[in-house]
């Protein structure tokens, strides 16, 4: 049976939302260790933006997967 699009969606944005967690903790922990200081608004801000990339990623390749599984049935 095919994934349908919406449930692509909602396994893309459950890996991504786990992973904005993971990613702003481990920004908040090695920034400093490089010299990197930055405020609490900028590490949500730059974790804003890897999370949007990530999910367009998460999404396109689920997608393409599926495309690939369904065509080789």
Do not use: D, W
């Not at 994934?3 to 992973?19: F, L």
């Not at 200081?37 to 999404?59: C, D, K, N, Q």
Request: glycine residues 10%.
């Amino acid at each position: 049976m095919k994934q349908s699009r919406r449930m692509s969606m909602v396994e893309a944005v459950a890996n991504v939302a786990i992973g904005f967690g993971v990613a702003l903790g481990t920004q908040v922990m090695v920034f400093p260790l490089f010299g990197i200081e930055i405020g609490p608004t900028r590490h949500l801000a730059l974790g804003g933006i890897f999370t949007l990339v990530s999910l367009i990623r998460s999404y396109t390749l689920r997608r393409l997967f599926e495309h690939i599984r369904v065509r080789n049935i």
